[in-house]
């Protein structure tokens, strides 16, 4: 397979403003890109599509753009020259701008995106033997200040449109060769198996385009992955869980990270807002109203703040009665970091506990860090400032 033969996007120039509009300022051609079916349909009959051809349009323009990768309007043969030339005078299919793409010893693929506004966002693909997984942004910077995490002491820039969030899955398939060729034999293998939003950014502080990307990545006819297959990690927009169970379905992962309030509102600063208790009580509804059969709790190792015996035996305790499983993720260290990772010994007996306890406990093995791409490391490289230690220990209160 290979990918199509694409010219990178050029970025307009657009105010710096939450989440920008989905028409471009040169020409005022619209992206079809993060459109949904029905709002697909909505532009093609504002262009002049005839209301009664426009589901039928709508079908055959999907799938050349999520199925077959196609990124010309010329190439869609089935349509009609004077329809694909009247596509081509109001829309564009435009995906992010490839500006470094890094690969590491392991084989994660590391991808610095340049998006409208000049702003850049990071996606990570991460290779495995029987699957492969891209983790995906959802701004540009982070709403929060985890002070673990290196994509959180980035400010917030904006939100990504669905345009961006979907395209970030669009420009793995092309340089991974994924999309099919027409008339050649089918190949059912998946290299982007699995979706996970992971990246920079708090999913549910952008909900609004995260649904609409994932109902996009999700639809049978095109990119065609089903919601057990993506994963939306929060850290605990408590207003926004049941949502995401009703309007999106998809796997859930919290970055829990704590067993007290005192320590997780260290770590985690949104926990002042949403304690430990009240997101408990959410995500208790979460499986049943999601279909999902069970929610990953994530916590990273940090030595000497989170990982005691104690701190294993409360974590089992607050989560009863969940269906769960707990993921350790060793603390994936940048420069500037005010901590450590936890010793291995420490990471396997913590593990052991929660593991006696019922609960599955993998230990994430770091993937992409020589090239900044393991968790937590996102961060654009326009926006490095280096701050010392001391600068990060502070802003977190430590």
Not at 57 to 76: K, L, N, P, S
Not at 153 to 165: D, P, Y
Not at 214 to 238: H, N, Y
Not at 305 to 320: E, P, Q, T
Request: glycine share 6%; charged share 25%; aromatic share 6%.
């Amino acid at each position: 397979m290979t990918a199509p033969n694409l010219t990178p996007p050029q970025a307009p120039i657009t105010q710096d403003v939450l989440t920008i509009p989905r028409k471009l300022p040169e020409g005022g051609k619209a992206n079809l890109v993060g459109l949904t079916r029905d709002q697909l349909r909505d532009a093609l009959i504002a262009a002049g599509t005839p209301e009664r051809q426009a589901k039928m349009r709508v079908g055959q323009i999907w799938q050349w753009i999520y199925h077959w990768g196609v990124r010309d309007f010329a190439a869609m043969t089935n349509l009609a020259k004077e329809y694909r030339a009247l596509l081509a005078e109001h829309f564009v299919i435009e995906v992010p701008e490839v500006v470094t793409r890094q690969v590491s010893a392991d084989g994660t693929r590391k991808y610095l995106l340049r998006i409208a506004g000049g702003h850049e966002v990071e996606a990570v693909y991460i290779p495995e033997e029987t699957r492969g997984t891209l983790c995906i942004s959802s701004q540009v910077g982070c709403t929060l200040t985890c002070s673990f995490c290196h994509t959180g002491t980035q400010k917030l820039v904006r939100n990504l449109t669905a345009a961006e969030i979907v395209g970030q899955v669009m420009v793995a398939r092309d340089d991974l060769g994924e999309w099919p060729v027409p008339g050649a034999p089918k190949d059912e293998t998946r290299l982007v198996s699995n979706v996970v939003l992971m990246g920079m950014g708090e999913p549910l502080y952008n909900f609004d385009n995260v649904r609409d990307a994932m109902k996009v990545v999700m639809d049978g006819e095109g990119i065609s992955l089903s919601r057990r297959r993506i994963t939306l990690s929060t850290s605990g927009i408590v207003p926004e869980i049941a949502k995401t169970a009703e309007e999106i379905g998809c796997l859930l992962a919290i970055s829990f990270h704590a067993t007290t309030d005192e320590v997780r509102d260290r770590l985690v600063p949104v926990n002042k807002k949403w304690n430990i208790a009240t997101l408990l009580d959410t995500l208790r509804d979460y499986p049943r109203l999601s279909n999902s059969e069970r929610i990953t709790f994530e916590y990273v190792m940090l030595k000497d703040v989170n990982d005691s015996d104690a701190d294993a035996k409360r974590l089992v305790k607050l989560i009863a009665g969940i269906p769960a499983k707990i993921n350790l993720i060793p603390f994936n260290e940048w420069p500037g970091a005010p901590y450590q990772r936890s010793d291995w010994d420490r990471i396997e007996a913590f593990a052991d506990i929660v593991y006696k306890a019922g609960y599955a406990s993998p230990i994430r093995t770091p993937r992409g860090e020589d090239i900044m791409a393991a968790c937590g490391q996102l961060k654009s490289a326009t926006e490095r400032a280096r701050k010392s230690r001391a600068e990060i220990a502070a802003e977190a209160g430590l």
